[in-house]
Every structure is written in C-alpha cells, then in structure tokens.
C-alpha cells in the first residue's frame, strides 16, 4: 500500500466555538493519539483532507503527516481512528488519528467484494446472497488490502463459501469465527419465502384487524346514538 501524504497546523484553539470558527474558514480540526504521548491537536485543510478519503484504500489510507510548526518530529505515520460528519450537511468536522509503526500489526475492517459469476446463479437460475459485507483483519499497515475479492464462479446452487475459504494476501488473517458464511447461492422459491416471513410477533393480518376495530368503533357509535335517538321519537 502506498501512502498519502497530508500536511496540517498545530491548533492552539480549542471549544466548540472556536472549532466552529475553524470549520468555517474550510479547515478541521484533529487529533493525533499515541500511546505514552501527549496528544497533538491539529488543524487540516478540508480539501486536502478530502482528497486523502477519497483513495482506493477509503478510511484504511496510509497517511505521511507532515505538521508545521510539530518540534518533536518531521513527519508522522498515521491511520484514521474515527472520521465525524455533519448529518444534514454531511462535511466533516472532526478527525481522530492513530499514530502506528510500520513494523507493529494492527486490525482494520475491508470490504468483501464477489469475483465472477456464480455457476448457482448463471446456470441453475440461483440467487447470489452476499452475506457479510466486511471483515476485520490483522496485518502490517503496509499489508492492508483495499478489498478481498473472493472468487464465486463455481458456487451452485445450496453451496456457501465462508471465511475458511478465502485466499488471502500473505501476511493478512482475517479475524473471527472460520465457519462464518461469506457468501451462498439459493433457490429463487427459498429466497422469497424468507423475504415474505413476517417477522416475529408481528401481525399476519394486519388488514383484518384494521377492519375489526373500524367496526367495534362503528357499533360503538350505533350504541351511543341510541338513546338520543329515542329522545327524539318522544318529543314526537
């Protein structure tokens, strides 16, 4: 993996106003975190920062910070912690970093994505189910993939290809349970009884019971109109 390189100004202001006053004039504010060192606080060029996220390798980029004014030194290898956005805006506003040695493993998530098409789905009029979208795994930062792709052209009809069963980059391990299902090929029939189950406790006929109440309420108006129109044929 290649790195990326990202310059950045300590940042003496602190508070939320002030961030905002940051953020205002196109910049966001940071931190660096390493353990058994003080944290850094900084402030990047939003699009440069920008520029940075939008690389192959998305949140699992390699940074080179280089940071105007940092005395200790004169550059820093860094890995994105945490990115926040604005909801309604959807800009960033604050960005957390870790920094890591190139010699140290560390555990980042990497999306799954499928290669060819499946036997199951080409030939035998399957559906392809993509089950899990994004695994963790444990490498050297200069190991992290961008994606793992994993190869479904023999997959049938009934078969699943789990964590087991994908080749990985050598010094890459994926984390968690080997049995887990990456991938299967179903049924058309099976795929659509599972989309049509309702979900538990859940009314099976929601109509009918619409309609039972509405009428309830409709007997419930007869009763309380009773007695005025009594009243009424009295006076007559």
């Known amino acids: 993996m290649d790195f990326v390189e990202l310059k950045a100004n300590l940042r003496e202001e602190k508070g939320k106003e002030l ?4 953020r205002n004039a196109g910049m966001v504010p940071g931190v660096v975190y390493r353990k058994g060192e003080e944290t850094l606080s900084l402030k990047i060029d939003s699009k440069s920062l920008s520029k940075v996220l939008r690389t192959e390798a998305g949140e699992n980029v390699i940074i080179k910070l280089f940071v105007e004014g940092d005395k200790k030194k004169k550059e820093r290898i860094v890995v994105i912690k945490e990115i926040q956005k604005d909801p309604v805006k959807d800009v960033l506003v604050h960005l957390d970093l870790n920094e890591i040695s190139l010699t140290e493993t560390l555990k980042v998530k990497v999306p799954i994505i499928s290669k ?3 036997a199951g789905v080409k030939q035998e009029g399957g559906v392809l189910q993509h089950v899990m979208w994004e695994v963790e795994v444990e490498c050297l930062p200069t190991n992290i993939p961008d994606k793992i792709e994993v190869d479904i052209t023999n997959l049938k ?9 994908i080749l990985l980059p050598e010094g890459v391990k994926i984390l968690g349970d080997p049995e887990s299902i990456v991938f ?3 049924h058309v029939k099976t795929v659509e009884e599972a989309v049509a189950a309702p979900v538990e406790g859940e009314s099976l006929e929601p109509e009918l019971i619409r309609e039972k109440k509405e009428k309830e309420e409709a007997e419930e108006e007869e009763k309380q109109e009773a007695p005025k129109q009594e009243k009424k044929e009295e006076k007559k």
């Open 19 to 22: 961030n905002k006053k940051l």
């Open 116 to 118: 060819g098409e499946a």
């Open 157 to 165: 009809i009934g078969e699943t290809l789990s964590i087991k069963d």
């Open 184 to 186: 299967s090929v179903e």
